[in-house]
């Protein structure tokens, strides 16, 4: 089978790493890919929402199998794209369609559908330019920290968690009024704040069955501690020590049934990834958020502790015989360290030469921000490289990162030095 990644992340180059295992594969593509997805497939210079070239070469190259890694062109249609293209219908496309991609596309929208199914998340409200004199009047209805949320995609920057009630109106209105950012934020979720520690659970679909993949935990915070700006993922841990069996028995009731069953109440014809983004309290799971993909970068975590064969498991999505398949799990325990560029996530500069992938032992490196130029690989993003690795504990696999994070070099490299601190 020939098989068209669309991405360019961490999270592309670990499907592709466990899609190049297959015995079902022939020839693999991504697009645009990474100096590391390079290494094991054909990168295709096409961007993520150019679908009509995309078409071209899927076409071109006999691609039966398309996987969609990022969420934009998932909310931008391309899913429903090759349905109503006679050429393209019939092609597996892993990821949902476009209705099924509002419950990342739209936080309003995801929000009603959690209100609507029974799925346990925070109380909310949603206000624009209309009514953000009510969005003031309830911000002053709850208890500090102020959650507010853009509804719109903004590229994992638009939530906001603040401490003061005036800056939380301030940033209210620079939301809606002054556009912060863009569009995304014409309309604002303002929601409580939930406490407990965070975690994410994920979900294959194929629109009738499911499975539950491992769960995991990221981290988003820029400095130690978890302190300083948010970013797309420093680092992650699957599996997550307090979501035992009987924590993830309650999520898998509370939480994944009824959100499947919801879905198809509602004619959504979902097929691919559902990212659940929970919060423990105490034992008692309630959702953050939806994404329609996977994390990253929880990706680099979870797809290298599934020991099925997952374009299998893409075959059963896109058959609709997921419930025919086995999925098994590596019982270690894997982690990753991110390699960012230095003054990510802010302004920061790319073309560092990167250097020690010949002394890297242990670890797998998933390419995140990386490019070929000439016979060198230069970063070419914020978030440059992942170093993913196994262990029995903890300790042990992110030592295992550690030392090879010392190994890889380019200029201003920074990474952060305790991930899961909270969990070890």
Do not use: C
Not at 150 to 155: E, F, H
């Amino acid at each position: 089978m020939n098989v068209l990644v669309i991405g360019s992340g961490g999270r592309e180059h670990a499907f592709a790493w466990k899609l190049a295992q297959s015995p079902k594969l022939d020839k693999l593509f991504i697009a645009p890919g990474n100096a590391g997805t390079a290494q094991i497939a054909t990168n295709v210079e096409i961007g993520v929402n150019d679908f009509d070239s995309i078409k071209d070469f899927v076409l071109k190259n006999d691609i039966e199998m398309v996987v969609v890694g990022p969420e934009d062109p998932l909310v931008n249609g391309i899913h429903d794209y090759f349905l109503a293209d006679d050429q393209l219908k019939n092609i597996g496309v892993i990821g949902p369609k476009k209705d099924g991609a509002e419950l990342e596309g739209s936080k309003e929208f995801s929000k009603i559908f959690m209100e609507k199914h029974g799925v346990p998340t925070a109380k909310y409200q949603s206000f624009s330019k209309n009514n953000i004199e009510e969005g003031y009047a309830f911000l002053e209805t709850l208890s500090p920290p102020y959650v507010l949320k853009a509804d719109g995609l903004a590229a994992g920057k638009g939530v906001l968690i603040l401490d003061d009630l005036t800056e939380a109106k301030t940033e209210l209105a620079n939301m809606i009024t002054s556009g912060k950012f863009g569009e995304a934020s014409a309309t604002v979720v303002i929601e409580e704040f939930l406490n407990g520690i965070e975690l994410s659970v994920f979900v294959l679909t194929d629109g009738e069955n499911y499975k539950i993949l491992p769960s995991a935990k990221d981290y988003k915070r820029i400095g130690e501690g978890d302190t300083g700006l948010n970013t797309g993922g420093m680092g992650a841990i699957s599996p997550v020590p307090f979501a035992d069996n009987t924590f993830l028995q309650k999520v898998e009731e509370q939480v994944v049934k009824p959100t499947i069953a919801g879905l198809k109440t509602d004619g959504i014809d979902y097929k691919g990834f559902i990212f659940i983004g929970l919060m423990n309290d105490n034992g008692t799971p309630s959702v953050v958020e939806y994404n329609v993909r996977m994390g990253d970068p929880e990706t680099e975590v979870v797809i290298p502790r599934i020991k099925s064969d997952l374009l299998d498991l893409f075959e059963g999505i896109a058959n609709r015989t997921l419930h025919e398949k086995i999925v098994e799990i590596d019982e270690r325990i894997a982690t990753t360290v991110m390699l960012v560029s230095g003054g990510y996530p802010e302004g920061y500069e790319k073309g560092k030469v990167i250097t020690g992938f010949e002394a890297i032992e242990n670890s797998i490196p998933f390419h995140a921000g990386t490019k070929k130029e000439g016979n060198n690989i230069v970063t070419s993003g914020g978030r440059v490289l992942a170093l993913t690795s196994f262990g029995t504990s903890i300790k042990e696999a992110l030592n295992k990162s550690f030392v090879n994070a010392e190994k890889i070099d380019f200029e201003k490299k920074n990474y952060r030095k305790d991930i899961g601190f909270d969990l070890i």
